[in-house]
């Protein structure tokens, strides 16, 4: 057998921490860090949501067992995935649960769970300990050359991003290997697919020299890494461009700046410090006469819960006024919104618009 | 139609004697059909033996005989160890209607009307044509006397038939009576067998010996060696007075005043009071009595009520008690848990009165069906007419469902319960005169809800921690499902060998056990239940059906009866 890496290690001290315990005929426990908002802090200077450090302990009683023999059968199927170099999404990581008997997962949400613990109790990437996300990383279109290489020979694969036509490249689950060629001034990171496409169709990246990126929803980490090790490497800004509501703010833009509560273990190397947000903000509803929604109460509620717990948005004055100030507006518009002026009104005037008037943007 | 004069009407105007009413009525006092009738005259018997004992200071025995003569007709047989009746009175106490010495006064007796026994004897009468005997010895050196008596229905007088003076032998006091009457023996909840246990439950000073028409002989000997405490007379209250009553009392009373005769009949008044009440009715305090008239006496009914009286004494009554009650029940039913309390006495209308309820958890009792309800009123056993009771009312307007019965609302708990409820006074109001139901006073059904609220709330707390039990027990097999797992999951990971395994499992076991504690154990625990005697009454089919079709049966032939009449 080779050696063993880290995480098997790792793994196996877990393990025997436990087996001592039992073996002393003491209950036994797993520490592993809270994921949440409590446990993360957010400072000016590395940019992302650090980990505070408070650990929850898992001891064995009524009410863990399940959990706790779920999280060593998973630990088991993790180190049994590592030493064979293989690899298992998370949906089939939650199928081989079903040999478990009754400690299989109920449902996929339960066995995520559970690995997301294993995850942040190791200090490891989800990779590393050989699980793998379905979700895709979102569409990249524009001026950039990703160079990857082919599975089979090994050799370097060069992707032109403007040649895609009407469609886009994907971003791969694992972004590490990846290498970047560009001469773009910026990359844009858009919240919907409907406004990719419009941009993408009317070739915007041409005309303003930039890579957008479609990030659908709430980033994945492997569009976050993307994202970062493109601008990292290439040392070129990013501009994002969300619906002007609190979702758009503090879901999208705000996981893909600092990072997520959830895993904050892995929030340095996920995340984009360097991200800045030039709309759609509130001011602008006003300035562009956007149509609106009214805010929902979920919406005042989640906008209300950011300001007092979201450690980013406690940090940012001009996000507090803005959340404030939409709270007052109580109405929220959609990035389609601007069609309202046109179809092409946010690629003719807005966005070179917004991109030219820094003080429009938000932190 | 032909006009008919009021003369030709007064023709058919005459006095209905009380024989000749009960004659038509006798559903009203409990005669409606031959099972029933049976228990009845039974009932009454028995009430008036112990009674009778009670009274003159003597530990009841009594003997109970059922023997079937024919097909439908029984002779029943009540002898009792008290003290005797004289001769002058026996005719009277068996043969005439509202004779007696109980309605005069107020204490906590059974009997209370004076017409149970005789209505007995009438009932036999009627469907036999067979006059009554009674044997009575007063003492040891007297003799025996021995008279058989009808009653005249017409005059509602005795008539005697047969007298005559005897030896006794073996026995140093007592009565006997004998009725041969038209009856139907059935077991069951309504049967005689359940009303002898249901008494000799709830009167544990006394002996009862019983033999039933298939000549099995069964003996409840008393578990007290100590008669209750002797129930007090108390004069009555002046609240309790009805109109009619006070007419009466003023034209009977010695008193000279008015003032005398409230402080000398009532309890509670004193010249104080009285004076006050005289005030209130705009009396005289030195009006005669005699010369009150029936405006002046409803002034002094509006007087009473104005003035504020307090509460007659409540040291006269005397409840079974909630140990005793609580015992009584154990015997009976085999339950994993007991509770039972007694009120405070409360009063109604001027009465005093005691609540006591108790209540038997679980064991033998099904738990799909509604609860069993035990109602007795002075120690009484009451077996028919239960939807009609305010016990039974008291019972279905308590919310179960916080003391983790189920119950659908305003009715019956349904549940593995069976609730005992008695109620002591001197002056039970019945709905009628069979004396089955408690009429529907607001004060005693507050009492009752408040008995059953006190026995409920130690019912929760028994159900919770079953609950809870039954929870941790489950929360134990959990554990030991997934042990397994984690053996199993170390083994991997760890490479371990299946003893190792095994260790792990072993040690988990240990451990779990060891934070958790032992298991406490819940069930029935019942020494003192007596499976022969929870047997007596108990029917020999107890399917549903039968029971129903002989309700049908029954409900039929009252039917018939009252088109008769």
């Keep these: 057998m080779t050696k063993n890496s880290p995480v098997v290690e790792k793994i196996k001290e877990v393990a025997a921490g436990v087996y001592d315990k039992i073996r002393k005929l003491k209950q036994p426990e797993m520490e592993m860090p809270i994921r949440s908002l409590n446990n993360v802090d957010y400072n000016d200077k590395n940019g992302y949501f650090e980990l505070l450090g408070k650990t929850k302990t898992r001891t064995l009683t009524a009410s863990t067992i399940k959990t706790f023999a779920q999280t060593l059968r998973m630990m088991s199927l993790s180190k049994d995935l590592v030493n064979s170099d293989d690899i298992a999404t998370k949906r089939e990581a939650y199928y081989v649960s079903k040999n478990w008997g009754e400690a299989r997962f109920k449902e996929q949400p339960e066995s995520d769970a559970v690995m997301d613990d294993i995850e942040a109790m190791m200090a490891v990437n989800r990779e590393q300990i050989g699980f793998i996300p379905e979700e895709k990383g979102g569409a990249v279109a524009g001026e950039l050359i990703v160079i990857d290489k082919d599975q089979d020979t090994g050799k370097n694969l060069e992707i032109d991003c403007t040649k895609f036509g009407s469609g886009a490249y994907s971003v791969p689950s694992s972004v590490e290997h990846l290498k970047f060629k560009t001469k773009a001034k910026f990359v844009l990171a858009i919240e919907t697919s409907g406004m990719f496409e419009r941009l993408n169709k009317h070739k915007y990246w041409r005309k303003s020299n930039c890579i957008l990126v479609a990030m659908g929803g709430v980033p994945t980490r492997a569009c976050r890494r993307f994202i970062r090790k493109l601008a990292d490497e290439m040392n070129i800004p990013v501009y994002v461009f969300t619906d002007g509501d609190f979702y758009g703010y503090f879901n999208i833009y705000r996981t893909l700046k600092v990072g997520s509560g959830n895993a904050a273990h892995i929030n340095e190397y996920f995340c984009v410090p360097q991200a800045e947000f030039i709309g759609i903000t509130p001011q602008d509803i006003i300035d562009y006469k956007l149509p609106t929604h009214p805010l929902k109460e979920v919406d005042v509620k989640r906008a209300k819960d950011a300001l007092k717990n979201d450690p980013f948005v406690k940090h940012y004055k001009e996000w507090q006024k803005a959340a404030e100030q939409q709270i007052k507006m109580k109405a929220r518009a959609e990035q389609q919104a601007l069609a309202k002026h046109g179809l092409n009104f946010v690629i003719d005037k807005y966005l070179p618009d917004k991109l030219k008037n820094k003080k429009t943007w938000l932190p | ?565």
């Design chain 2, 1 to 565: 139609m032909t006009q008919k004069s009021a003369e030709e009407l007064a023709k058919k105007q005459r006095e209905i004697s009380i024989a000749e009413f009960f004659e038509k009525n006798r559903h009203l006092l409990g005669f409606d059909n031959p099972r029933r009738a049976l228990l009845t005259a039974i009932k009454e018997a028995v009430d008036n033996a112990l009674d009778a004992c009670e009274e003159a200071g003597i530990m009841p025995e009594i003997n109970v005989e059922l023997i079937q003569l024919s097909e439908d007709r029984f002779r029943i047989i009540v002898e009792d160890n008290g003290p005797g009746i004289i001769k002058k009175q026996l005719p009277n106490i068996f043969a005439k209607l509202l004779y007696g010495s109980k309605f005069h006064k107020l204490s906590a007796t059974r009997g209370q009307q004076g017409i149970g026994i005789s209505a007995a004897v009438l009932y036999g009468q009627l469907t036999t044509g067979k006059p009554a005997t009674v044997i009575s010895k007063t003492g040891p050196d007297n003799k025996a006397n021995r008279i058989k008596i009808k009653i005249d229905t017409q005059t509602n007088k005795p008539q005697i038939l047969e007298e005559k003076e005897e030896e006794w032998e073996g026995k140093d006091h007592g009565t006997r009576i004998e009725i041969d009457m038209e009856g139907s023996y059935m077991k069951g909840r309504q049967s005689v067998d359940e009303y002898i246990k249901e008494t000799a439950i709830v009167n544990p000073h006394t002996t009862i010996i019983y033999t039933n028409p298939e000549a099995n002989q069964i003996i409840f000997p008393r578990a007290v060696e100590e008669l209750p405490p002797e129930p007090k007379e108390i004069q009555p209250h002046p609240y309790g007075v009805e109109l009619g009553r006070l007419i009466k009392m003023l034209e009977i009373t010695e008193a000279k005043t008015l003032q005398q005769f409230l402080t000398s009949e009532f309890v509670r008044v004193g010249a104080g009071t009285a004076k006050e009440i005289c005030e209130n009715s705009s009396l005289l305090p030195k009006t005669k009595p005699k010369q009150i008239s029936r405006e002046m006496a409803e002034n002094l009914y509006k007087g009473i009520q104005k003035t504020k009286i307090i509460a007659p004494p409540t040291d006269c009554i005397s409840p079974i008690g909630s140990e005793d009650l609580e015992k009584g029940l154990r015997k009976e039913i085999n339950a994993e848990f007991y509770c039972s309390t007694t009120r405070p006495a409360s009063v109604y209308r001027g009465n005093p009165f005691v609540i006591e309820a108790a209540l038997a958890f679980g064991g033998d009792q099904a738990a799909d069906s509604s609860v069993r309800i035990m109602r007795f009123a002075n120690r009484v056993p009451l077996l028919y007419l239960q939807g009609a009771c305010a016990i039974t009312n008291s019972i279905q307007n308590t919310s179960w469902r916080s003391y983790g019965l189920q119950q659908s609302k305003n009715s019956l708990p349904v549940g593995p319960c069976t609730i005992v409820v008695h109620m002591t006074s001197v002056w039970v109001p019945f709905t009628s005169e069979s004396k089955e139901a408690l009429a529907h006073y607001n004060e005693i059904i507050k009492e009752i809800k408040l008995a059953l609220q006190e026995c409920g709330r130690k019912l929760a707390s028994y159900v919770n921690k079953k609950r809870r039990i039954g929870e941790e027990a489950k929360k134990r097999s959990y554990i030991e499902k997934y042990i397994p797992h984690v053996a199993d999951a170390l083994k991997e990971i760890m490479e371990l060998d299946d003893n190792k395994k095994k260790d792990i499992e072993d040690n988990l076991y240990e451990i779990l056990e060891h934070t958790r504690g032992e298991l406490e154990e819940i069930g029935i625990d019942n020494p003192d239940y007596d499976p022969e005697l929870a047997n007596i009454g108990r029917e020999e089919k107890p399917k549903k059906e039968e029971q129903e079709r002989e309700e049908k049966v029954n409900s039929k032939k009252e039917e018939k009866q009252t088109k008769l009449a």
